[in-house]
């Protein structure tokens, strides 16, 4: 029953066609419109919000949520640490996630990154060889090279989802895992794979990226191995 109001509020927020912040029905207009009680609405309404499909603001109603890839954040976070935990390698698991979408989009996009883009990178690459003779490679400024790199194949979604799958993994490694990198390192391989973009060689910018998660891979295991 829970489930079926779920669906039948997600095809009227499609119906309406309604966008992110558009306000909802109220409680009284969803109960006559779906025949059902208030508190069937309300657990319904709370289980979308917890999916990010709607957002209840308190005195003032509910809206159509951000439809955001926190949920799945949230989730991959969880399912992670708690593998982790039963002694599975689930952190390289998540690594070899991102790997597989980040190698399968990076052909796509040798040569075709827009010069705003390559500026921008430019400018992040720099920003990475500051860091990196002075400490440590920000984990913002490498999220931000990843995002901007990848905002080039102009497809929203695998923007969202490669950024999601950033997010979750650098969580997860930051709670259980010592594993420093070597900045210069990191720095290196970001100048590779974007000079292999530029280039236009979609052979050498797989290569790069490859070369950049076996080194984290590598990173992994030694940390894995010691803990």
Same mark, same amino acid.
Do not use: C
């Given at each position: ?90 952190? /390289?698991?998540? $690594?070899? *996630?991102? +790997?597989? %979408? =980040?190698?399968?989009?990076? !052909?796509?996009?040798?040569? &075709? ?39 080039? /194949?102009?497809? $929203?979604? *695998?923007? +969202?989802? %490669? =950024?999601?799958?950033?997010? !979750?993994?650098?969580?997860? &490694? ?54």
């Amino acid at each position: 029953m829970a489930s079926d109001i779920q669906e039948r509020i997600k095809k009227l927020i499609i119906d309406r066609r309604l966008p992110s912040g558009a306000p909802l029905p109220t409680e009284t207009e969803l109960m006559e419109l779906l025949g059902v009680s208030r508190n069937s609405v309300r657990e319904a309404l709370k289980a979308l919000q917890a999916m990010g499909i709607v957002e209840i603001r308190h005195g003032f109603g509910t809206y159509v949520g951000p439809m955001s890839m926190a949920p799945m954040i949230e989730g991959l976070t969880f399912r992670t640490v708690a593998g982790h935990y039963r002694g599975e390698d689930s952190l /390289l698991q998540l $690594l070899e *996630l991102r +790997e597989a %979408v =980040e190698t399968g989009l990076i !052909a796509r996009l040798a040569g &075709r990154v827009p010069a705003t883009d390559l500026a921008e990178l430019d400018a992040l690459v720099a920003r990475m060889e500051e860091e990196a003779t002075g400490g440590d490679v920000r984990a913002d400024t490498d999220r931000a090279f990843h995002a901007t790199l990848y905002r080039g /194949l102009d497809n $929203l979604l *695998l923007s +969202e989802l %490669v =950024e999601a799958f950033w997010d !979750a993994f650098h969580r997860v &490694r930051t709670d259980l895992v010592d594993s420093s990198p070597d900045p210069k390192v990191t720095f290196r391989q970001h100048r590779e794979i974007l000079e292999a973009v530029r280039s236009g060689d979609a052979v050498r910018a797989e290569a790069a990226v490859r070369d950049h998660f076996g080194n984290i891979r590598t990173r992994l295991r030694s940390a894995h191995r010691e803990g």
